[in-house]
């Protein structure tokens, strides 16, 4: 007690999900792999249609869409609808009603490649997966049952269709070919510019970034008072979801883009020659 300790929050977290700042660290690269992730995965699913009607991805980050956003970022306009986004911030009523909603797409469609965050609660705010959690943790914080594993049980007894599951987990995180050299500059930036801060008296601060333009893309960094992120969480804005609750808006690619870079153009179609 007493000791004059200083803080300052270099911040991190694949979520993107801290108040206050545009992004954090690590978001950029993790939402870039799941992005491409997600592009090829779709002509999978497109070519085992036969086999699997859904397939059913599973993201990371908690409450927040950030991630699920991503997914869409990279994928051909041509299968668009083929992809359907399901957001935190828009609650389902169960996994039934999922399902059904999903059932009459598929029927019209063919096959679907579905993206859930891993703690995807209904309206009422309790898990989807409506089991016991599977794990409680020292501090009481329930684990649920996966999300995912729960809307492929619904799709599957309520279309007589196959289902799969998809968890690419930790891979968005650590997956050290799809890191943005952005995102590495600026966490080494945040960083310095911690302890610079640090050897400057400051104390009880974040280093928070402030975007300033998108195109050139310009930000500055700038302290915040820890008691405004610590117990606050930044979702998803209204802005960056479509009305129908079901694809990321042009805006959060606006958003994104700087972020998570240019993809390359893919073949989505065999060319057939005689």
């Known amino acids: 007690a007493g000791y004059p300790l200083a803080v300052v929050l270099a911040p991190k977290t694949i979520d993107n999900d801290l108040a206050e700042t545009d992004h954090t660290p690590g978001y950029p690269s993790a939402a870039r792999f799941l992005a491409l992730a997600t592009r090829d995965l779709m002509l999978d699913c497109r070519s085992l249609a ?15 869409g950030w991630l699920v956003a991503a997914c869409g970022l990279a994928i051909d306009e041509s299968l668009a609808t083929h992809l359907q986004l399901v957001f935190p911030e828009r609650p389902p009523r169960s996994s039934h009603d999922l399902a059904e909603e999903f059932a009459s797409l598929q029927q019209r469609l063919g096959w ?10 209904r309206e009422d705010g309790r898990p989807l997966a409506e089991a016991a959690p599977r794990w409680v943790d020292p501090h009481g914080h329930p684990y649920p049952p996966s999300p995912a594993e729960a809307l492929a049980h619904a799709l599957e007894t309520v279309c007589g269709a196959r289902a799969r599951v998809i968890r690419p987990g930790a891979l968005a995180r650590c997956f050290r070919e799809t890191v943005v050299e952005l995102d590495r500059e600026e966490a080494r930036a945040i960083g310095r510019t911690a302890v610079e801060w640090l050897a400057t008296g400051q104390s009880a601060v974040m280093v928070g970034i402030e ?23 930044r979702l998803l804005p209204p802005e ?8 990321a808006t042009t805006a959060f690619a606006r958003y ?3 972020l998570v870079g240019e993809f390359a ?8 020659s005689r």
């Not at 975007?211 to 969480?233: G, M, W």
């Not at 960056?240 to 694809?247: E, H, K, L, P």
């Open 50 to 64: 036969t086999f699997y009607a859904f397939t059913v991805l599973e993201v990371q980050g908690r409450n927040a």
């Open 112 to 121: 679907l490649l579905l993206v859930v965050p891993e703690t995807l609660r």
């Open 211 to 233: 975007r300033l333009s998108d195109d050139p893309y310009r930000v500055r960094f700038r302290p915040v008072p820890l008691q405004r992120v610590a117990d606050h969480e």
């Open 240 to 247: 960056f979801i479509s009305q129908d609750g079901r694809r």
């Open 256 to 258: 994104a883009r700087p």
């Open 265 to 272: 153009a893919t073949e989505t179609h065999l060319a057939w």
